[in-house]
């Protein structure tokens, strides 16, 4: 074989090799996944700012009836919003069923606060998906409330009885390294 074929196959091998090992890499440190409800977009980019800062997955909580700008105006006392918070057993429809938990170790559930407990839709996720063996890290966005009551409900309604590790609410404008250093002070 000349010296041309020579170094023709073994460039081939080698990227053959750099291309398997990165899919296997990601494969290997990507255990987690950032499960996500946004109504206004405060929660997605959070979502997004986790997922840059620790190189997780994410999948987004779409309801079948997406929410309007009147369902979420709390001022008004009967909005969709109001009426879905007050019935705690209420559990809005999910667009589709397609999230796969299976590869995942960990599963970081992100969601706004509404009257300061988690929006119903994420108790629909959370019932309908099967959380045995992994451990589930719960972090919020809000005005100003606190995430405690929602952890409470969370831990009430998850199916398959995870391991929980201490919530968060944080700001919107969470920088990736300030995420960072809380997450791995857990
Ligand atoms: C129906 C509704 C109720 C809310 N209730 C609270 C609340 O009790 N406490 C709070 O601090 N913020 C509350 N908020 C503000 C949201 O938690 C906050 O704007 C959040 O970041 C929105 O996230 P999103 O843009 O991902 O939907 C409420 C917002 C809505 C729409």
């Known amino acids: 074989m000349s010296n041309f074929f020579v170094r023709l196959l073994s460039s081939l091998f080698t990227f053959s090799l750099i291309m398997s090992g990165s ?4 494969a290997a440190t990507n255990d987690t996944l950032v499960v996500y409800f946004s109504a206004t977009g405060n929660t997605r980019a959070m979502a997004a700012t986790i997922s840059t800062a620790i190189g997780a997955d994410t999948y987004e909580i779409v309801p079948q009836e997406p ?3 009147d369902d979420l105006n709390y001022h008004n006392e009967s909005c969709r ?3 879905e918070q007050r019935n705690a057993t209420l559990r809005p429809k ?3 069923l397609d999230a796969d938990l299976t590869p995942y170790k960990t599963v970081i559930l992100a969601y706004p606060l509404w009257w300061a407990e988690e929006p119903r839709i994420v108790d629909t996720f959370i ?3 099967d959380f045995s063996g992994k451990t589930v890290v719960p972090v919020c966005t809000s005005g100003s409330s606190d995430i405690a009551q929602s952890i409470v409900n969370l831990k009430k ?3 398959g009885k995870p391991s929980f590790k201490e919530g968060k609410r944080f700001s919107s404008h969470v920088t990736a390294d300030e995420f960072k250093s809380w997450y791995e002070s857990l």
């Open 23 to 26: 899919s296997v890499a990601s």
């Open 67 to 69: 929410y309007s700008e």
């Open 81 to 83: 919003a109001n009426n």
């Open 94 to 96: 999910l667009k589709a």
């Open 127 to 129: 019932e309908s998906y």
């Open 157 to 159: 309604n998850i199916k």
